[in-house]
């Protein structure tokens, strides 16, 4: 049972260019989240989707999209990266949204370095 | 979103309960509290959460003050595989930021031999 799975692990981008964080659950999840973490700041949401064609922001969305392609599949988008982005994301999903105590687990983690 | 706020380190010996507290003073009624674990910046680890009553499973146990302002993880016997960065997130229910977790700074929980 592989939980969330994210790729790529580590990636490289100049200031600039677009890329494109995949990530995946076969947990049967209907929710799932792209969180971020710098030094010293703890989590953030960057955007989340309660369930299959829906997709909201969350704290720090700016210059991120995403895309719920299918029940198993949310991707987060950078169109012009830029090195504020630098970053640890870090992919989850919950059964349910999340609000009745649904337990949210998270991926390993994309390392993205924006130079 | 409630606010929790933790302690910034903690140390514990090998073999001895590891008493972990957090503070969420604001924390509303229908919040849950959870507890999440972080090893060299793996993905966060979901140990256990609550909303009223204390839990316990196979990792830890969770005790919640009754007026819900506090609540600490126990580990009841620490192991050097123990050491991590723990957090007490709030979860947001309803409204529309329902499976927000809203994290703080955590406290970095070191087990020694």
């Known amino acids: 049972n592989a939980g969330v799975t994210q790729t790529p692990k580590f990636q490289v981008l100049k200031t600039g260019q677009s890329m494109t964080l995949q990530c995946a659950q076969d947990?049967?999840?209907?929710?799932m989240y792209w969180y971020r973490q710098d030094p010293g700041m703890g989590l953030r949401l960057i955007y989340y989707?309660?369930?299959?064609?829906?997709?909201d922001k969350g704290e720090v969305p700016n210059g991120y999209n995403v895309s719920r392609l299918n029940k198993r599949e949310f991707s987060l988008r950078l169109e012009s990266a830029a090195p504020s982005q630098t970053s640890v994301y870090f992919c989850?999903?919950?059964?349910?949204?999340?609000?009745?105590?649904?337990?949210?687990?998270f991926g390993e983690g994309s390392w993205l370095t924006v130079v | 979103d409630a606010k929790t706020t933790q302690p910034p380190s903690m140390d514990c010996a090998e073999g001895r309960a590891a008493n972990l507290p957090c503070n969420h003073s604001?924390?509303?009624?229908?919040?849950?509290v959870y507890w999440y674990r972080q090893i060299h910046s793996q993905g966060p680890q979901y140990i256990i959460h609550?909303?009223?009553n204390n839990e316990t499973n196979e990792m830890a146990s969770l005790i919640i003050t009754e007026d819900r302002k506090s609540s600490t993880l126990i580990l009841p016997h620490a192991t050097l595989r123990d050491t991590a960065v723990y957090y007490c997130?709030?979860?947001?229910?309803?409204?529309?930021?329902?499976?927000?977790?809203?994290f703080g700074q955590g406290t970095i929980l070191t087990v020694h031999p």
């Open positions: 989850a999903s919950s059964l349910g949204r999340g609000n009745s105590g649904n337990t949210i687990y």
């Open positions: 947990m049967n999840h209907n929710s």
């Open positions: 989707s309660a369930s299959e064609g829906t997709t």
């Open positions: 604001t924390i509303s009624g229908n919040e849950y």
């Open positions: 609550g909303l009223k």
């Open positions: 997130p709030s979860l947001n229910a309803g409204g529309t930021s329902y499976g927000k977790l809203t």
